[in-house]
């Protein structure tokens, strides 16, 4: 069996090699290969759009299971919305833009997020104020530890800031398909972030066209870079926003952003803090680079190692630790590296 480089398949571009890489298009074979796998205590990993994770150098010593299910179920309203049940190898934007076809909210604001639909609800995806656990109705997976089915209905899959249970109990649940709860409406959710509403020209909480969020949306992530097939290898933000206590966000400068949770907490601006810690635009070490369009994307500049990047970011995050006494936390899924 010839080795294959894990390199080809994640968006940064890096990643040494694996001796057994399934491409997987349906249930079936999807779950048969994790048996198969486990069962003969084979060490597996589990890749969707690869968008979401960096692979060691050394590669990965056991299988590689690439996920590419098709096949969803769609019950749409004509005056309701919609219950959408989405296969977890579904691209994730696309299937974005297939709700703003279909006149159904509440998506708009997560458009462009690389990806699949099945790590979606793994790292609670979110942008500009919104996350995707606010539309998700359930979420049905094969669990590892007890070999069967069995379904998450949102309110058991422990959503938080960037995490859920599929993301706290690493590797045991694999994803399968996704049910979405989608309204009818020619309007988004409440604009909740003050750099969309400006790109908008609308004041923080009105509601606009979804289509006119998803291309602001489009823009503004394009103009940082974040967009698959810029000409820039990245794996989006790689440092998640620190949630602080509030005594802690009370030391920060006054210009600090500050956004209060629920529990009292206040969420921080990872990107605030590396610029403010004299992490900038375009600094590289070796074939790694802060992105020259965002400070939070570590990207490959052509030739990098994942020990490039993995260095790099701990050189990103030593700085803010220093300056600031927050230390950042990574995003992006570690495989064979640690920071």
């Not at 056991?62 to 977890?88: F, K, P, Q």
Request: with cysteine.
């Amino acid at each position: 069996m010839t080795e294959m480089q894990l390199s080809s398949f994640t968006t940064l571009g890096v990643g040494g090699p694996a001796s057994n890489i399934l491409h997987v298009t349906s249930e079936a074979e999807l779950i048969d290969a994790v048996k198969t796998a486990d069962n003969s205590k084979t060490p597996l990993l589990i890749l969707g759009g690869g968008s979401n994770v960096l692979i060691s150098d050394s590669g990965f010593a056991g299988t590689v299971i690439r996920v590419e299910t098709t096949g969803n179920t769609y019950e749409i309203d004509a005056c309701s919305g919609g219950m959408l049940t989405v296969s977890s190898g579904s691209d994730w934007d696309e299937f974005v833009a297939f709700t703003i076809e279909m006149g159904l909210a509440n998506l708009e604001s997560l458009s462009g997020i690389p990806g699949t639909v099945g790590g979606a609800p793994i790292q609670n995806i979110g942008a500009y104020g919104h996350e995707v656990s606010e539309v998700i109705a359930r979420v049905r997976t094969f669990d590892r530890e007890k070999q069967e089915l069995k379904t998450f209905m949102a309110s058991e899959c422990n959503f938080s800031y960037r995490s859920s249970i599929f993301k706290e109990s690493a590797g045991r649940y694999v994803i399968l398909d996704v049910t979405f709860q989608l309204r009818k409406g020619e309007n988004s959710l409440p604009i909740g972030y003050a750099e969309l509403a400006k790109e908008l020209g609308v004041e923080i909480g009105a509601r606009v066209e979804i289509g006119k969020v998803r291309d602001a949306v489009l823009k503004l992530r394009g103009a940082k870079g974040m967009l698959i097939g810029q000409g820039i290898n990245s794996a989006g933000s790689f440092f998640m926003n620190p949630i602080l206590r509030k005594d802690i966000a009370d030391t920060l400068p006054s210009d600090a952003p500050r956004w209060p949770m629920p529990d009292g907490r206040v969420k921080t601006s990872a990107a605030w803090l590396m610029e403010h810690a004299g992490v900038s635009k375009g600094d590289r070490l070796a074939g790694a680079q802060i992105s020259p369009k965002h400070v939070l994307a570590l990207s490959n500049s052509g030739d990098a190692t994942a020990t490039d990047l993995i260095e790099l970011a701990r050189s990103a995050q030593e700085k803010v630790k220093n300056k600031f006494g927050i230390e950042l936390q990574s995003e992006v899924q570690l495989v064979g590296l640690s920071l």
